[in-house]
């Protein structure tokens, strides 16, 4: 490793915050929460669910991520002063990809949940859902020019893109690519790995836990009628 070759941090969990300033602990938590969605959520999603309607959701994410790249990259307005603490004057500030990732997400997981796409029926059980990442989205804004990261400016941007390309996807998965799930689930990518649409089944949660639970009673009347055959 040469001397005339400086080091750079990997940002995407390198937070930093004031030292001895709670507030802005818990802000670099949230600051993160981008983080855990992808991590824990989609990936998880993947791997345990298979649902067509996350991994859209989760493809919709990345495109709007690539985009907030092009822009920064053709727009260059530079971070806030702070900048020089965080050692992060090397990268762009308009618009705040945070902002935009968690206000993609709110915006398409609110019209997934207006629409009954995931099992939440009732009113209160919709409000409640949407409670948390409408929070997390406002308070992910919050951080981000609290900590020194963003001018006001850069996260309204963020939140302005990322609401507008979460409506269009949601659109465009739910208008134009809809039709097309039956053909995927049928595919041979669809049949290796499991791939299913379950958004016409009006409360998934329930058919699961109740199919779940017949097939468990059925396993054991089987064992039951083949033990007293034996």
């Known amino acids: 490793m040469g001397a005339d ?6 940002t995407l969990t390198h937070v930093r915050y004031q030292r001895g300033d709670q507030l802005g602990h818990f802000l670099a ?40 790249e092009l822009i920064k990259k053709s727009v260059q307005q530079d971070r806030p002063e702070t900048c020089v603490l965080l050692e992060m004057c090397d990268s762009h500030g308009w618009p705040s990809s ?37 929070s997390l989205a ?9 900590l020194g990261y963003h001018t006001v400016a850069q996260v309204f941007a963020g939140a302005a893109l990322g609401a507008f390309l979460g409506g269009v996807w949601f659109w465009v998965v739910n208008s134009l690519l809809f039709c097309y799930f039956p053909l995927i689930e049928e595919s041979s990518f669809g049949r290796f790995f499991y791939v299913k649409d ?20 059925g396993m054991a009347a089987r064992k039951a009628m083949a033990s007293k055959s034996n």
Request: glycine share 8%; hydrophobic share 50%; aromatic share 20%.
């Open 5 to 10: 070759h400086p080091l750079k941090a990997v």
């Open 29 to 68: 938590w949230v600051s993160l929460v981008p983080v855990f969605i992808s991590l824990g959520g989609f990936v998880s999603h993947f791997i345990f669910r298979r649902e067509l309607q996350g991994m859209f959701f989760g493809l919709g994410l990345v495109i709007s991520q690539f985009i907030n």
């Open 98 to 134: 945070h902002s935009q990732y968690m206000f993609f997400f709110t915006v398409y997981f609110t019209l997934l949940t207006c629409k009954g796409i995931g099992g939440i029926w009732k009113v209160r059980a919709k409000w409640a859902a949407l409670f948390l990442p409408w």
């Open 198 to 217: 379950t958004s016409h089944i009006p409360d998934v949660l329930k058919f699961e836990y109740d199919n779940a639970r017949a097939a468990k009673t």
């Open 138 to 146: 406002v308070l992910t804004m919050y951080s981000r020019v609290y």
